[in-house]
T-cell receptor
């Protein structure tokens, strides 16, 4: 059974960079042609798609965040990561990592982490 | 890209059917048959219940069904049950090779 778990600081200062890691167990992130994604949900609000990375390293980002986002793979650790720069209070949210099986476009994020709350505050 | 438009809330009695709409544009919902739906209970991660407009992942009850007409997709819950009370979000693939979510709908079982 595939499992995903987010980790990283729960508090980030404004203008700094938010960094999160998703550790995958029960399967390899470098096989099966899967996509690995990040999504977020501000407290009391709806879901927001941040972006994803293909097992080959190709990336897809939300246009509204593209200038600040980087998603990367670390196949040696079976992890993928999110970096979001120049954060503001508007980036306060529960951040989820999730798996998207082939093909990209189906919208089928079928395995999710539990989510981690990141608060942006000085 | 703008969020897809969903009604804030819908409600129904046990056993009834309810439909949640999801309105987009010709660049997302209307362009491809690539709409998915997610169910989210309070304090939990979302769960995909429909993908590619009308396909159900294994384990999802067949009382959940999806459809699309033009720029609007719909999720229908037939034979509403108490456990169906949750927030529901639509999601669409876009012409920019990205995804966009809907604003979310709270389904209440009366």
């Amino acid at each position: 059974q595939l499992q995903l778990q987010e980790s990283g600081p729960g508090l980030v200062k404004p203008s700094e960079t938010l960094s999160l890691t998703c550790t995958v167990s029960g399967g390899s992130i470098s096989s099966n042609s899967d996509y690995w994604g990040w999504l977020r949900q501000p407290p009391g609000k709806g879901l927001d798609w941040i972006g994803c990375i293909y097992y080959t390293g190709s990336t897809y980002y939300n246009p509204s965040l593209k200038s600040r986002v980087t998603i990367s793979l670390d196949t040696s650790k079976n992890q993928f990561s999110l970096r979001l720069s120049s954060v503001t209070a508007a980036d306060t949210a529960v951040y989820y990592c999730a798996r998207h099986p082939p093909y990209f476009g189906s919208g089928k994020y079928d395995y999710w982490g539990l989510g981690t709350l990141v608060t942006v505050s000085s | 890209q703008s969020a897809l438009t969903q009604p804030p809330s819908v409600s129904g009695s046990p056993g009834q059917s309810v439909t949640v709409s999801c309105s987009g544009t010709s660049s997302d919902v209307g362009r491809y048959n690539r709409v998915s739906w997610y169910q989210q209970a309070p304090g939990t991660a979302p769960r995909v219940i429909i993908y590619d407009v009308s396909n159900r992942p294994s384990g999802v009850p067949d009382r959940f069904s999806g459809s699309k007409s033009g720029n609007t997709a719909s999720l229908t819950i037939s034979g509403l049950q108490a456990e169906d009370e949750a927030d529901y979000y639509c999601n669409s693939y876009t012409s920019s090779s990205t995804y966009v979510f809907g604003t979310g709908t709270k389904v209440t079982v009366l």
